[in-house]
């Protein structure tokens, strides 16, 4: 991600599409880092099995109750809890997450969780630009 400070003292960060055609973000969690695939249409913020490994959750001692519904179908996920969130110069603490049952979920979504705590977000062309 390009990082920038604003003339009004807001951070922007802007991402460039992949080669898969998505937008994806490279962030840290917690002491991790986690290649997110930016997905406007997830609620929330979903970390694969192995993503949350990375971070410091166990999935196996995760309880997997609650119920999601996805393109690829209906899933199971368990509720968590993540320290520290950083994009760029972006940074949210203290986040409930989602973690997707081991097997389900290849790449992890940050969604509008993440999202709507920024003062806005705009794609031109192949360009998304987050404000903070």
Do not use: K, M, W
């Not at 406007?40 to 001692?61: F, M, N, Y």
């Amino acid at each position: 991600p390009i990082s920038r400070q604003g003339d009004d003292g807001r951070t922007s960060v802007t991402l460039v599409r992949s080669n898969s055609g998505h937008f994806e973000a490279v962030a840290g969690v917690n002491e991790a880092t986690v290649r997110f695939l930016v997905d406007t249409g997830a609620t929330v913020i979903v970390l694969s099995a192995d993503d949350a490994r990375a971070v410091g959750i166990e999935p196996s001692t995760l309880n997997y109750t609650v119920l999601t519904r996805t393109a690829n179908g209906t899933g199971r996920s368990a509720r968590a809890r993540i320290d520290r969130l950083y994009l760029g110069g972006i940074e949210r603490r203290n986040l409930s997450v989602l973690v997707a049952e081991p097997g389900r979920l290849s790449q992890s979504l940050l969604g509008q969780q993440f999202l709507e705590t920024l003062s806005s977000y705009e794609r031109r062309g192949d360009r998304l630009t987050l404000r903070d």
